[in-house]
């Protein structure tokens, strides 16, 4: 098969008159068995072909690799993807809750990790970590807060074991989300801390000349707060569970400005990601009480889009363009539903494809990160129930899949029909194209595989025959390669004179 590939099926009868036209371009639902006088755009039923993630066209759907990396006693409740040792590829860095932390070095596949120990408390642990080169040294380092003895602190990457621990003081309250960055633009990273009881956002900030770390109270009315980013102007995103609101912190003068930049239930996440490809970062976030995923441009009276009301209770997010169309697509765990999905963007962020990634008991967290260094962002998820760290492939294709088109009336007495595809076969994919016609829709009878350019079936025009019904069938030995089709056309006659 080769790129905008036509096979034509020619049911061969008497002369015959002009007849009608009938072309499916797009699938947008299954369901619609028929008999209808045309395609429209709906079919009968489809197993392993995506039909919503390009629009107007058919294409094997995704089958994500799970790969399994370890298990953490205590479980998982932090978790980054990052190249921690700065070889190229993408390392894990993983937190137990309230206990050790812990990086595993990929060596170049994502197949086999070599384990490094960060950190192993006495007592509380840190709950949240993320990576950042804090010290402006060339390598990364890790900073971790922790409820259990209200700590905040960081770990200094000093090129072997062990790493430094440096314990920083933000004040009152207890210290929860956390990330770091150059807030400031000065060169140099913070990191920012949200505190809980009481509520507080808080910047520590340090001087390069004696190392020490300097408390700058953001917010002191804060509550509850779950997640927060520093955006790459120097703002802030903060998520805030019992105000039900994401707040955006923006400098003015000597202070920050404060904004409610989204409101949704029981916000667990926030983060931001260009979802409409202009450039310019929005705002990605979930609402945990109404299932729901939404983005919206941080630009004031932007509205928000649903990205998803699939994932149960969604409570981790990552973005990333991990099927590699250029766009960014959204990952989301789910601990109630102990699962990961992601939900690809088709193109300008009007409209997102699910996609199933994998199962894992209590899913608590996830990041994004290329793993098996094929240059599409992977998935890395860790449990909080059972401490299993996985990584899924999630831009890899199924070997095979299927679509059955609804069953269409070729009109009283037929004398011919043709039935057309065009797309795209890439080399070690294939597409096969078969028909059933009846004169009774109830009994559709046996599939005739269509071969060649020129198949003489017109023998299942007999006794009546006025239903028709396709199927398409996709399949690829290459993992990375789909086969395409968009458009089937089918051609009908009436029957003349001969």
């Given at each position: 098969?080769?790129?905008?590939?036509?096979?034509?099926?020619?049911?061969?009868?008497?002369?015959?008159?002009?007849?009608?036209?009938?072309?499916?371009?797009?699938?947008?639902?299954?369901?619609?068995?028929?008999?209808?006088?045309?395609?429209?755009?709906?079919?009968?039923?489809?197993?392993?072909?995506?039909?919503?993630?390009?629009?107007?066209?058919?294409?094997?759907?995704?089958?994500?690799?799970?790969?399994g990396?370890?298990?953490?006693?205590?479980?998982?409740?932090?978790?980054?993807?990052?190249?921690?040792?700065?070889?190229?590829?993408?390392?894990?860095?993983?937190?137990?809750f309230?206990?050790?932390?812990?990086?595993?070095?990929?060596?170049?596949?994502?197949?086999?990790?070599?384990?490094?120990?960060?950190?192993?408390?006495?007592a509380f642990g840190?709950?949240r970590?993320v990576?950042?080169?804090?010290?402006?040294?060339?390598?990364?380092?890790?900073?971790?807060?922790?409820?259990?003895?209200?700590?905040?602190?960081?770990?200094?990457?000093?090129?072997?074991?062990?790493?430094?621990?440096?314990?920083?003081?933000?004040?009152?309250?207890?210290?929860?989300?956390?990330?770091?960055?150059?807030?400031?633009?000065?060169?140099?990273d913070?990191?920012?801390?949200?505190?809980?009881?009481?509520?507080?956002?808080?910047?520590?900030?340090?001087?390069?000349?004696?190392?020490?770390?300097?408390a700058?109270?953001?917010?002191?009315?804060?509550?509850?707060p779950?997640?927060?980013?520093?955006?790459p102007?120097?703002?802030?995103?903060?998520?805030?569970?019992?105000?039900?609101?994401?707040?955006?912190?923006?400098?003015?003068?000597?202070?920050?400005d404060?904004t409610?930049?989204?409101?949704?239930?029981?916000?667990?996440c926030?983060?931001?990601?260009?979802?409409?490809?202009?450039?310019?970062?929005?705002?990605?976030?979930?609402?945990?009480?109404?299932?729901?995923?939404?983005?919206?441009?941080?630009?004031?009276?932007?509205?928000?889009?649903?990205?998803?009301?699939?994932?149960?209770?969604?409570?981790?997010?990552?973005?990333?363009?991990?099927?590699?169309?250029?766009?960014?697509?959204?990952?989301?765990?789910?601990?109630?539903?102990?699962?990961?999905?992601?939900?690809?963007?088709?193109?300008?962020?009007?409209r997102?494809?699910?996609?199933?990634?994998?199962?894992?008991?209590?899913?608590?967290?996830?990041?994004?990160?290329?793993?098996?260094?094929?240059?599409?962002?992977?998935?890395?998820?860790?449990?909080?129930d059972?401490?299993?760290?996985?990584?899924?492939?999630?831009?890899?294709?199924?070997?095979?899949?299927?679509?059955?088109?609804?069953?269409?009336?070729?009109?009283?007495?037929?004398?011919?029909?043709?039935?057309?595809?065009?797309?795209?076969?890439?080399?070690?994919?294939?597409?096969?194209l078969?028909?059933?016609?009846?004169?009774?829709?109830?009994?559709?009878?046996?599939?005739?595989?269509?071969?060649?350019?020129?198949?003489?079936?017109?023998?299942?025009?007999?006794?009546?025959?006025?239903?028709?019904?396709?199927?398409?069938?996709?399949?690829?030995?290459?993992?990375?390669?789909?086969?395409?089709?968009?458009?089937?056309?089918?051609?009908?006659?009436?029957?003349?004179?001969?």
């Open positions: 098969m080769g790129r905008l590939a036509s096979l034509v099926l020619t049911l061969l009868a008497a002369s015959a008159a002009p007849g009608a036209t009938l072309a499916q371009t797009e699938w947008t639902g299954c369901g619609a068995f028929g008999p209808a006088r045309d395609f429209g755009s709906g079919f009968t039923s489809a197993e392993g072909v995506d039909w919503l993630g390009s629009p107007g066209a058919l294409t094997l759907d995704r089958d994500p690799l799970v790969h990396v370890d298990v953490i006693q205590g479980g998982i409740s932090s978790l980054v993807a990052a190249d921690m040792d700065g070889d190229g590829d993408c390392d894990l860095a993983a937190c137990a309230r206990g050790r932390i812990v990086i595993y070095e990929n060596t170049g596949s994502g197949l086999t990790f070599v384990v490094h120990p960060v950190f192993t408390p006495e840190p709950e970590i990576a950042s080169d804090i010290d402006r040294d060339g390598d990364m380092d890790i900073a971790g807060t922790s409820r259990g003895d209200g700590t905040l602190a960081w770990w200094e990457n000093a090129g072997g074991l062990p790493w430094i621990r440096h314990d920083l003081d933000p004040g009152a309250g207890t210290p929860f989300p956390l990330d770091a960055g150059d807030i400031d633009l000065d060169g140099s913070e990191i920012l801390a949200g505190l809980e009881m009481p509520g507080r956002l808080v910047m520590m900030d340090r001087d390069p000349a004696d190392a020490g770390w300097t700058t109270e953001i917010d002191g009315d804060l509550p509850s779950q997640w927060i980013e520093i955006l102007d120097g703002d802030l995103l903060a998520s805030s569970f019992s105000d039900s609101t994401v707040y955006l912190y923006s400098i003015d003068g000597a202070g920050w404060r409610a930049a989204a409101r949704a239930r029981g916000p667990l926030a983060i931001p990601a260009d979802m409409d490809g202009d450039g310019v970062p929005d705002l990605v976030f979930c609402s945990a009480w109404d299932d729901t995923v939404f983005w919206k441009p941080l630009a004031e009276g932007g509205a928000s889009t649903v990205i998803s009301t699939l994932t149960m209770a969604p409570g981790g997010l990552a973005a990333a363009d991990v099927d590699g169309d250029g766009d960014t697509d959204v990952v989301v765990s789910s601990e109630a539903a102990g699962e990961v999905a992601w939900f690809a963007n088709c193109g300008d962020g009007s997102f494809a699910p996609h199933y990634a994998a199962q894992i008991t209590g899913c608590s967290c996830v990041s994004a990160g290329d793993l098996d260094g094929d240059g599409l962002p992977d998935a890395a998820a860790g449990s909080i059972d401490g299993s760290l996985i990584w899924a492939a999630l831009g890899e294709y199924g070997e095979t899949g299927s679509l059955t088109s609804s069953i269409v009336h070729l009109g009283p007495d037929p004398a011919s029909a043709s039935l057309s595809w065009e797309g795209d076969a890439p080399p070690g994919t294939s597409v096969r078969s028909v059933r016609v009846s004169a009774d829709r109830t009994r559709m009878g046996s599939w005739t595989e269509v071969s060649g350019r020129d198949a003489d079936i017109s023998h299942l025009l007999s006794d009546g025959a006025v239903f028709l019904q396709y199927r398409i069938e996709l399949a690829s030995t290459d993992r990375n390669s789909t086969p395409r089709v968009e458009s089937v056309t089918l051609l009908t006659g009436s029957a003349l004179s001969l």
